[in-house]
């Protein structure tokens, strides 16, 4: 089946995985399926039902904070690709994935750009705990 110029322009925008086109549990999916896992392989590896996963892919719930970092980091894939559709994904129909040696490499730095980001987060959230507790000692001198 041969795409129309149109069709091929829109996936090579990333269209189909757009914000307004695609959802969070859309592209939760396409990212399993690129990964080449079942939901029941996912599920297990998050440590949620395979009905929870489901929900999510069908959109019936969100996934927290905590279990979406970790499946965009599973999945090679960034935690704004999953919400947004923007930034580290899957590869669009109509375009040609890496080469599997690159697939590789690529997913290892989508993982890992994802728990930096996750540690960013973390950090930020100390240094914010820290300042309270140094302005709460001064406050006592």
Do not use: F
Not at 31 to 53: D, F, N
Not at 121 to 130: D, N, P
């Amino acid at each position: 089946m041969t795409q129309s110029a149109e069709t091929q322009s829109y996936a090579q925008e990333g269209g189909y995985y757009a914000a307004d086109v695609a959802t969070l549990g859309d592209r939760i999916a396409a990212a399993r399926e690129e990964a080449g896992m079942t939901a029941k392989q996912l599920a297990k590896r998050l440590g949620v039902k395979t009905s929870t996963l489901e929900d999510w892919e069908e959109d019936r719930a969100d996934p927290r904070a905590n279990r979406l970092t970790t499946m965009a980091g599973m999945l090679g894939v960034s935690v704004g690709w999953l919400l947004t559709g923007e930034g580290a994904g899957v590869t669009p129909p109509g375009q040609t994935a890496p080469a599997p040696g690159m697939a590789k490499v690529l997913a290892d730095l989508r993982a890992m750009k994802s728990d930096a980001e996750a540690l960013a987060i973390r950090i930020a959230q100390v240094e914010k705990a820290l300042q309270a507790t140094m302005a709460e000692e001064r406050r006592d001198e």
